[in-house]
């Protein structure tokens, strides 16, 4: 068997595959190498690899919107084709009717450099940004960045991929909204699981009992979006115990007196009512991280709720206090990161970004539109009209909140151009449709945590699908712009390391390169002078502290203090609807079969699990008179989809968990009938950020 790269998705584990006529018979994970794992997906990577729904040539419409009807077309077809109507567009409207998203499936390694999917380059980035238009987005409007840049930002001034747990050393892991088995890769999760054998004892907080709790030594359900409020209460328990040290309190924060003010009617006893977390619970989570080494991992499950940003900030807030942050065993803080690998064009951009309007601290820390603003723009003109889109690996109609929203925005475009692997729905309003390849058919690089490799091509291309990058170039250069992104694969180190010459050379002659660790690790840097770029004590915030109190918050008219939102449609809220829609709707904790919108045609997956859930409380069920695996209807206020019930005592009463995914036409009868994001409302958001309510919307669910 031979070593290489995983070509499924942009986890890039290694494996060890046996390959024949372009078929992979076998696979298996590496034993050679550190970053070895091979998920469900990965298994199935010949069935996706060669599945007979894979796009094989570009196809340009040739019926009506909503209709499949394509011929085949050569790509110098399709990319003059795509050249002209998008000039056309920037000509009659200029360049800001022009927008771009990047999805999951522009992940890979090259492709994220190249668009730059992160927040902290300092020029105008994205795809059409060479053009003028500052409306370049990707899915970060509706995940990752409200726990990766918004809270870490606004607490500490720094983004949140300086921030990670250190398991080996911890003494308690807390796994709080998130899903290591699932991560991709899922490197993180195997160290997780040796460090419980080294001893460390692993919390999960999570509204079901997920997989991760299953290993878990302990697991605590809370109702779903409830979070904030049991964080708020940890912290006034912990101050009534006298918990804090005052003097770290009075140098390293701001505003915690103000805080303490607020928190000071979060009890017990109104907290277990309120979030389902029994009292002896709530002591546990608060004497343990006073008293232990705890280190914390959370994701998604905290990010889709009105009160998402500020209760993620607030659990940072709660770690830090209980001084956990940047010592050995809890939450650690690495050096600043390297700088950009890709080089930036001094791209101009002469108008304001889509969302900005409504959301301008995202429009300044993601220097991208929010793209929840996209249906706006397109369908009302406002601020201004849009009128072209191009998609590089997004499910625009499935990922979105209030999909029909999303398609009604498709039809209306005068161009769309989606690129995939998949006839994904999008492409039923798609006007071009470019075939991607995975990365087996491709040669690019991958970058871990302090190491970079080539990733070898293991298989030809099936049909004439291209890699995303060369594709960006070809369209880039129908646009007069070809000289931004490489045009081949030998091209591609050299325009993606022109900064390293060192890596570049390491990479062209081994095909690897691991970056020296000057420094060793240094904890407390904030006490050190190590933060902040003047060399002073604390934090790059405009205090120089860690603000409890926000300063940017409050420059924006934002709530400052990290306080817990009561969401209008929520058990809590003021929506009138609570007799109609009495349980609480939660989408999209991630199962092993698919990843979001993925693979759910692949037969093999699909053997798996072949329909989509909703979870529920067994005693729900019974007074509604469902039972376990039954077909049942969930409907919010916007719509309503089939699904079969999972009845179980291990989700609290009133709550629910609906796996998210379907939709899309290619995939199993099932699956396709459910768009979860049917259900969900493009209104409705965390108002900082404009992340997407995914997790606390309420619903009814009846039998079919
Ligand atoms: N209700 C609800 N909605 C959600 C979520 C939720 O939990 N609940 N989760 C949200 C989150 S976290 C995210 S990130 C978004 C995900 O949103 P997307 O990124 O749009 O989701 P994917 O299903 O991964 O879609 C990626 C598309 O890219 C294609 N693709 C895969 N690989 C490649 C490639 O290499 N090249 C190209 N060109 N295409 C490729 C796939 O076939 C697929 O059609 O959804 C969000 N939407
Ligand atoms: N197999 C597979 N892997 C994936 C994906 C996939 O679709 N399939 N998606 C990828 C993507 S796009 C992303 S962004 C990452 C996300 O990575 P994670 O955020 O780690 O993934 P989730 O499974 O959504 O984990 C969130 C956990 O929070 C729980 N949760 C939900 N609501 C609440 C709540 O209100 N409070 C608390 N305390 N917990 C809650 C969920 O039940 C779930 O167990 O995963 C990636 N990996
Ligand atoms: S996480 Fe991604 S790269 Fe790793 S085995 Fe699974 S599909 Fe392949
Ligand atoms: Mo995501």
């Not at 999209?588 to 693979?599: C, L, P």
Request: charge should be negative; hydrophobic fraction near 35%.
């Amino acid at each position: 068997m031979k070593e290489g790269i995983c070509g499924i998705c942009p986890g890039q584990c290694h494996v060890a595959l046996d390959i024949e006529d372009g078929r992979i018979k076998k696979i298996k994970k590496s034993e050679k190498n550190f970053a070895s794992a091979l998920c469900l997906r990965g298994f199935y990577s010949d069935d996706i690899l060669n599945s007979p729904d894979r796009l094989k040539t570009p196809l340009i419409r040739t019926g009506a919107k909503g209709e499949f009807s394509f011929r085949e077309a050569t790509w110098d077809e399709a990319i003059s084709l795509i050249g002209e109507k998008y000039s056309k567009i920037v000509e009659e409207n200029g360049a800001q009717a022009l927008a771009s998203v990047v999805g999951r499936g522009g992940f890979e390694n090259s492709t994220s450099d190249f668009v730059n999917l992160s927040a902290d380059s300092g020029k105008e980035i994205g795809f059409f940004a060479p053009l003028g238009s500052p409306n370049n987005g990707s899915v970060s409007s509706l995940c990752y960045v409200s726990f990766g840049v918004f809270a870490p930002m606004i607490n500490f001034g720094m983004l949140g991929n300086r921030f990670s747990p250190d398991y080996e050393n911890a003494e308690y892991i807390f796994i709080w909204g998130a899903h290591p088995p699932t991560a991709s890769p899922a490197f993180e999760y195997e160290t997780i699981l040796k460090a419980q054998k080294n001893g460390a004892k692993v919390i999960v907080i999570d509204h079901y009992k997920s997989r991760m709790c299953e290993v878990a030594d302990k697991y605590i359900l809370i109702k779903s979006g409830m979070d904030g409020v049991l964080i708020h209460t940890i912290f006034n328990y912990l101050n009534s115990q006298d918990a804090f040290d005052e003097d770290f309190a009075k140098k390293y924060t701001h505003g915690f007196d103000s805080y303490r003010e607020y928190i000071k009617d979060f009890d017990l006893k109104s907290c277990e009512e309120r979030t389902g977390v029994k009292e002896e619970d709530i002591k546990f989570i608060a004497d343990t991280i006073v008293n232990y080494k705890s280190a914390l991992r959370m994701y998604t499950g905290l990010e889709y709720t009105n009160s998402g940003m500020q209760s993620i900030r607030a659990l940072y807030l709660l770690w830090f206090m209980t001084k956990n942050v940047d010592v050995p065993g809890g939450l650690l803080i690495s050096p600043k990161g390297k700088p950009d690998r890709v080089k930036r064009f001094n791209n101009e951009t002469y108008c304001k970004r889509i969302g900005s309007d409504e959301f301008p601290l995202f429009d300044k820390f993601m220097k991208s539109p929010q793209l929840t603003k996209l249906p706006q723009a397109v369908l009302e003109e406002k601020p201004y009209a849009v009128k072209g889109l191009l998609s590089i690996g997004c499910a625009v109609t499935s990922v979105f909140p209030q999909s029909e929203l999303y398609e009604e925005m498709l039809k209306k475009l005068d161009f769309f151009v989606t690129v995939d692997r998949f006839m994904s729905k999008d492409c039923l309003y798609a006007d071009v449709v470019l075939p991607a390849t995975t990365y087996y058919e491709d040669k690019s690089y991958c970058v871990y945590k302090n190491k970079v490799e080539v990733r070898e091509r293991l298989v030809e291309p099936i049909g004439q699908a291209k890699p995303n990058i060369q594709i960006m170039h070809l369209i880039a250069d129908a646009l007069g712009y070809g000289h931004m992104y490489p045009k081949d694969e030998d091209e591609l180190l050299e325009f993606a390391f022109y900064n390293e010459p060192e890596t570049l050379k390491a990479l062209k002659e081994d095909g690897v390169y691991v970056y020296k660790n000057k420094n060793e690790r240094e904890y407390e840097k904030y006490k050190l002078g190590k933060l902040r770029e003047d060399g002073k004590e604390g934090f790059p915030t405009a205090t120089g502290k860690v603000e409890f109190e926000s300063t940017i918050l409050k420059t924006y008219g934002y709530e400052p203090l990290p306080k817990f939102v009561v969401g209008e449609e929520t058990l809590e809220g003021e929506s009138g609807i609570k007799d109609e829609f009495p349980l609480v709707l939660n989408t999209g904790a991630r199962i092993q079969t698919t990843f979001r919108t993925q693979h759910l045609n692949i037969d093999g997956l699909l053997k798996h699990q072949d329909r989509p859930y909703i979870y529920m409380n067994a005693e729900d069920a019974k007074d509604r008179g469902i039972e376990d695996g039954d077909k049942v209807l969930v409907s919010t206020r916007r719509g309503e989809i089939e699904v079969f019930a999972r009845t179980t005592r291990e989700i609290l009463k009133g709550d629910t968990e609906l796996n998210f995914g379907g939709g899309s036409p290619i995939q199993g009868e099932f699956w396709r009938r459910a768009n979860t994001n049917t259900l969900t409302d493009n209104s409705n958001y965390d108002e900082v950020t404009g992340f997407p309510v995914f997790k606390q919307l309420l619903c009814e669910i009846k039998k079919i």
